[in-house]
Structures are given as structure tokens and as C-alpha cells.
């Protein structure tokens, strides 16, 4: 059997992913969205989901699909990835994966490393901690007992760090010591489209875009939500845009704009160590086209 041909489709927040699927891959693709915060219903602004005039051309999946409250793992992503393949495929459609969520990227390529599944008992600790101490004491305490995780996460990363004490507390092992794959996954070809601008100008564009989702509702989105009896510890609610209305009331744009940025920083450098990553400016779409086309062409698929 030919592998499956999949174009990845990357890039920092704000740097105009959405724009080019809309552009550029309308005809003869089909999107799974590699977004963390995308999955979770009813969070929609502050995830920048795509709006439905480009939902009903171009067809996305994993977005919408679980409730706030319930947890979502890359293993979770490359399970429901796979099977949104197979539904691409047999639509006669290209698949395209498209996102911010490097992990997802890395995970869906290499698989991942068998992990223990998650606990309730010792999120709840977990969160009782943080609650007590701040989130700076589990960072410290990742630091601790698994020194090399610790030195990839950001401090204000609280999910990834909880995750990784989580696996500690449960084992007895560091995160780190569950070392993944470095062999991609067999059964697909992958074509890895990385985006990128000038740093300066994409710091400019995620202050833009904050903006306009405050000008779009985000507060009355966060209000509704609140109303609707999520808080700081639902799972939707600890993403970057949502989590600052509890972490930094008052001065929820700025921080918002201060974290974004702060991510976009990291995925850059999470994207960069993807093998074989092809890099364009956004607006080199002539170039994307002529690379995807090569790419399809060698596999004999048609762009229908």
C-alpha cells in the first residue's frame, strides 16, 4: 500500500495560517485542526476559531468536538487524527493539517511514548497545590525531580509542568526518561509547510489580533462562560486568553498580549526542530502552491 501523502501546515500564532488555508487550500483539501484550545466547544473567540463561512468551504476537523471540563491529550489528538484521515480519504480529498499545537505536529509524526493515562485524584492535588502555593512552587518541584523537563517548559506553562509531575507522582519516573520515537510514523509521507515573519512583525500582528477579539466580545464570552459555572480549573478555561481573567484581573489584554507573544516565541523554536520543514512568508503563496503541487505530483494524487 502507497503511504498516505499529508501536508503539515505550521506556524506561530498570529502568523496568518488561517488567511492562506482560505486563499490557497480551498479546493481538494480537507483540515484537521492541530489546535489544543480549538477542540473544546463553546471557547471560540479567545481560540480564534475559524468562522463558518470557511468551516462550510473548506471542512475542519477536531474543532468543537469535547466538552470544557474534559481533559484533552496528544494522544487523544493523534487517535481522532487518524481516523479524520481515513474520512479525508475516502472522501477523495488531500489531507492538511493545520495549527499552533507543535506537540500535536511531533506526536501525530513520531507516535508517542507509552504514558500513564491521567488522575483525577492527583490532578485534583495538583490543582490543590497550586492553589496553596502558586504555580511557581510545582515548577520548582518539576525542577527537582526531573531537571531536563523542567529546562523545556516555560514557568507559566502550569498544564505541561502538572502533566509531568502528574507522570512522576504516578511512576516514579521523570517525563523525561519516556523518551518518544525518532522514526516517523510508518504509513504516511509527510510535507512539513512552516510559516514565519519577521519577528517584529508578528509581535505587531498578535497585538492586533487581541484587540480585535476584545472588540469582537472576548470579556462577554468569559462572562458567560464564568456564568455557566466554568472557572480557573476547567481545563478550556487554562489556555492563553481565557486564564488571565483569573491569573490577572484588571489587565487581561496586556497579559494576554504578553503571553501570546511569549508562545509564539517557544513554537518557533518547537517548530524548528521538525525534520525537513520547508519555510515561507505567507504571502509566498505562488511558492506553497508550487511545493504542495511537487509534493502531490510525485505521489500521483490529483488535486480535485
Same mark, same amino acid.
Given at each position: ?14 502568523? #496568518? ?5 482560505? &486563499? ?8 484537521? =485542526? /492541530? @489546535? %489544543? ?35 484533552f ?26 495549527? #499552533? ?5 511531533? &506526536? ?8 500513564? =493515562? /491521567? @488522575? %483525577? ?36 506553562d ?11 507522582r ?26 514565519r ?51 490577572d ?40 502552491e ?15
Open positions: 500500500m502507497d503511504a498516505i501523502p499529508l501536508v503539515f501546515l505550521f506556524g506561530p500564532t498570529g502568523v #496568518g495560517k488561517t488567511d492562506l488555508l482560505a &486563499s490557497t487550500f480551498s479546493r481538494g483539501f480537507e483540515v484537521i =485542526s /492541530a @489546535d %489544543s484550545m480549538q477542540v473544546y466547544r463553546r471557547f471560540s473567540i479567545g481560540t480564534a476559531k475559524p468562522d463558518r463561512d470557511l468551516l462550510d468551504r473548506l471542512p475542519h476537523y477536531l474543532i468543537d468536538i469535547i466538552d470544557p471540563i474534559l481533559p491529550s496528544a494522544g487523544d489528538f493523534v487517535r481522532l487524527a487518524d481516523e479524520a484521515v481515513s474520512k479525508i480519504l475516502e472522501n477523495g480529498h488531500i489531507p492538511l493539517m493545520s495549527g #499552533g499545537t507543535a506537540f500535536y505536529f511531533r &506526536s501525530f509524526m513520531f507516535g508517542l511514548p507509552q504514558l500513564p =493515562s /491521567a @488522575d %483525577s485524584k492527583i490532578r485534583d492535588e495538583l490543582d490543590q497545590e497550586c492553589a496553596e502555593k502558586g504555580h511557581e512552587a510545582l515548577y520548582c518541584e518539576l525542577q527537582r525531580v526531573d531537571p531536563e523537563r523542567a529546562s523545556q517548559l516555560h514557568p507559566n502550569l498544564v505541561r509542568i502538572q502533566r509531568s509531575l502528574e507522570i512522576f504516578i511512576t516514579g519516573k521523570p517525563h523525561s526518561s519516556f523518551a518518544p520515537s525518532m522514526d516517523p510514523r510508518e504509513g504516511y509521507r509527510f510535507l512539513c509547510l512552516g510559516l515573519r519577521d519577528r517584529q512583525e508578528l509581535y505587531a500582528r498578535i497585538n492586533q489580533r487581541v484587540d480585535l477579539m476584545f472588540d469582537y466580545g472576548l470579556e462577554q464570552e468569559v462572562a458567560s462562560l464564568i456564568a455557566a459555572g466554568f472557572n480557573a480549573k476547567t481545563p478550556a478555561m487554562k489556555g492563553i486568553g481565557y486564564r488571565e481573567f483569573f491569573t484581573p484588571g489587565n487581561e489584554r496586556e497579559s494576554i498580549k504578553r503571553n501570546s507573544r511569549r508562545y509564539a516565541k517557544r513554537q518557533i523554536t518547537f517548530f524548528a526542530s521538525l525534520p525537513d520543514v520547508r519555510w515561507f512568508h505567507p504571502d509566498e503563496r505562488s511558492k506553497i508550487e511545493c504542495v503541487r511537487n509534493f502531490l505530483f510525485a505521489e500521483k494524487l490529483p488535486i480535485v
